[in-house]
T-cell receptor, first 113, second 114 residues
Framework: NAGVTQTPKFRVLKTGQSMTLLCAQD?????MYWYRQDPGMGLRLIHYSVGEGTTAKGEVPDGYNVSRLKKQNFLLGLESAAPSQTSVYFC????????????FGNGTRLTVT | GNSVTQMEGPVTLSEEAFLTINCTYTATGYPSLFWYVQYPGEGLQLLLKATKADDKGSNKGFEATYRKETTSFHLEKGSVQVSDSAVYFCALSIGGGSNYKLTFGKGTLLTVNP
């Protein structure tokens, strides 16, 4: 029972490099999310998707892009990494919105030097 | 806009002590309220929830009651264990479809000593 799987677990980038974080869920959930977690800031929503082929901006979308080509996958891209994007990134999924609980992956720790 | 305010930590308790973590919210409309827990090195997981006023959510000995009159959802446990050491997040959700929003508080670190 994998749930939500994020890859990679750790990554170090240099300023200006690009990368893609992959999130996969096997629960047939409609909604998927990308959050970043920073000390003293809690979790902030970057982008989310309410179904295959759809994406929407969250609270802090600048510098990130996302794609949801398949229902089970949600990709987060950084086109030109900046030190301000050093963070722990969490993917989550839920069956629907409203009061459906979120299921989280174990996170990706990204450092941009 | 919607927001969640929870007590700042860290909170340090001895085993078997009583725990309260305060959470208050501001929301337009009628939110659902949640407590999530994050154990070291892991993602968040749902601890309990309440979807309407006066509902009480409970799980693993933790409880929280949705108080509309005080816009609060305080987390309590009568006797904490070392294994309860974690970061606790209060959250609210409102809306649906493409307007769905889940808003988290900043988290409260709990450390329980034997």
């Amino acid at each position: 029972n994998a749930g939500v799987t994020q890859t990679p677990k750790f990554r170090v980038l240099k300023t200006g490099q690009s990368m893609t974080l992959l999130c996969a869920q096997d629960m047939n959930h409609e909604y998927m999310y990308w959050y970043r977690q920073d000390p003293g800031m809690g979790l902030r929503l970057i982008h989310y998707s309410v179904g295959e082929g759809t994406t929407a901006k969250g609270e802090v979308p600048d510098g990130y892009n996302v794609s949801r080509l398949k229902k089970q996958n949600f990709l987060l891209g950084l086109e030109s990494a900046a030190p301000s994007q050093t963070s722990v990134y969490f993917c989550a999924s839920s069956y629907a919105g409203g009061n459906s609980p979120l299921h989280f992956g174990n996170g990706t720790r990204l450092t941009v030097t | 806009g919607n927001s969640v305010t929870q007590m700042e930590g860290p909170v340090t308790l001895s085993e078997e002590a009583f725990l309260t973590i305060n959470c208050t919210y501001t929301a337009t409309g009628y939110p659902s309220l949640f407590w999530y827990v994050q154990y070291p090195g892991e993602g968040l997981q749902l601890l309990l929830k309440a979807t309407k006023a006066d509902d009480k959510g409970s799980n693993k000995g933790f409880e929280a009651t949705y108080r509309k009159e005080t816009t609060s959802f305080h987390l309590e446990k009568g006797s904490v264990q070392v294994s309860d050491s974690a970061v606790y997040f209060c959250a609210l959700s409102i809306g649906g479809g493409s307007n769905y929003k889940l808003t988290f508080g900043k988290g409260t670190l709990l450390t329980v000593n034997p």
